[in-house]
């Protein structure tokens, strides 16, 4: 585990925790163990504190910190690697990680820029590992049921869309404080839109553009880099020549008191039908003296996450940000162990082939992605509305901004 923050909290120590009483298990592989026996970060605080814990204490790991606890970490034995470090920090690890023989998940986005992920996918090739990437909301039981009537037919030729996340201020301010100077809430959580509408809705369309505007001055100076909330639109083609746009509005300033401490709205327009989905508004309501809405959620979203006292007796904890995890392990299990050792390329290619979370099917969700910092960085330099367009004649992504002639090429190839 290399990062070993609040998103290992949330969902990899689940997994975890919950290997540590069986196996993995299918019909191809048998019984696979897992276990977590290694974690880097920066200062080795939070595992030491996990390590004394009780929970801790049934799953013990090399604890490594400091400047080298990457390298430690893929000395130590290990046969793959989570990496769960601030976006722009997932990169180097990933690279070190799959250079060195391992298999990878990255939280996402996975990197930052398609030389990053042209790099990744290259290395990953070369190994013989599998590199993917988590898009949890991809399991959410409400875009699975979206995705399957779109491929189904029962909606019809997406328009248009509106996606909205907005976290709270103690997200900027307290959890992410040490990480969020110079970045944006769009990057860091407007990816899981972006790859739930280029998966759902393709493949048979093009993405043709990129915009993006925000605001700043509440976790950061109002002309300096660090954006509040971000409102990002892009444009698919399909092969009608019709175009779909979508805007994604994401914010880390929303009040801690907020009901819905994470709010998540989409709406997708179709010739025939409208898609509407609100965690809150699908999910519970829940009030306790004193516990709410700090230590408790006035809308908690078990979907994504809950720990249960089962009906007969078990204590669980389950929903698709933990499932979309063993999923990873199951695919590992499946290239190590499902078959002969001869047909280890096929199985490999097998896994490679699922455009969910493969990185390299994740070559549109990575352009909008550093188009995106592209476009804010200008922004912040003064020169706000730019657009990217996308393999036009100038290249695979080109910047133009506003009253310049000269378009900034950001990646030649065709994206």
């Known amino acids: 585990m290399i990062g070993f923050g609040m998103i290992f909290d949330d969902t990899y120590r689940p997994v975890f925790e919950a290997q540590t009483d ?14 977590l026996t290694a974690a880097a970060s920066r200062t080795g605080i939070r595992a030491a504190r996990y390590l004394a814990s009780p929970a801790g204490r049934r799953v013990p790991f090399a604890n490594f910190a400091g400047p080298n606890a990457t390298a ?13 470090t601030p976006d722009d920090r997932h990169y180097d690890a990933a690279r070190a990680a799959i250079n060195a023989g391992k298999h990878v998940l990255i939280e996402k986005p996975s990197v930052l820029a398609l030389g990053e992920l042209d790099e990744l996918n290259r290395l990953a090739s070369e190994r013989g590992v599998l590199a993917k990437v988590v898009y949890h909301k991809l399991a959410d039981p409400d875009h699975k049921k979206l995705r399957t009537l779109y491929q189904d037919g029962v909606l019809s030729h997406v328009n248009s869309g509106y996606c909205s996340l907005l976290e709270p201020k103690s997200i900027s301010g307290g959890q992410f404080a040490e990480w969020i100077a110079g970045r944006n809430p769009a990057t860091y959580v407007a990816v899981h839109y972006l790859k739930l509408i280029d998966f759902s809705f393709g493949p048979n369309w093009v993405l043709d553009r990129v915009s993006a505007t925000g605001q700043r001055g ?14 990002l639109q892009i444009v698919y083609r399909h092969p009608d020549a019709r175009e779909a746009a979508f805007d994604v509005h ?20 179709f010739d025939n039908a409208v898609w509407s989905a609100h965690q809150r508004k699908r999910g519970v309501e829940l009030t306790v003296e004193n516990r709410t809405p700090g230590e408790l959620k006035y809308t908690p979203n078990y979907h994504y996450n809950g720990t249960f006292l089962e009906p007969w007796g078990e204590r669980s904890q389950r929903g698709y940000g933990i499932e979309i995890i063993e999923r990873f392990f199951k695919e590992v299990a499946f290239v190590e162990y499902g078959g002969s050792p001869d047909q280890r390329p096929a199985r490999l290619a097998q896994m490679r082939a699922l455009a969910y979370n493969d990185l390299s ?3 549109n969700c990575v352009a909008i992605v550093q188009a995106l910092e592209a476009i804010l960085a200008r922004a912040a330099g003064g020169a706000p509305g730019c657009v990217a367009k996308v393999n036009g004649p100038a290249g695979g992504l080109v910047l133009y901004e506003p009253g310049s002639a000269k378009p900034l090429v950001l990646y030649e190839g065709r994206v």
């Open 22 to 35: 069986g196996p993995l298990y299918s019909r191809l592989t048998g019984p696979v163990d897992v276990r």
């Open 218 to 231: 509440l976790v950061g100076p109002a002309n300096g880099s660090t954006w509040d909330s971000v409102q």
């Open 72 to 84: 430690n970490l893929l000395a130590s034995g290990v046969d793959a690697v989570c990496v769960a």
């Open 361 to 363: 099917a994740d070559r």
């Open 250 to 269: 994401t914010s880390w300033v929303t009040p801690d008191n907020f009901p819905g401490y994470v709010e998540q709205e989409v709406q997708f327009r």
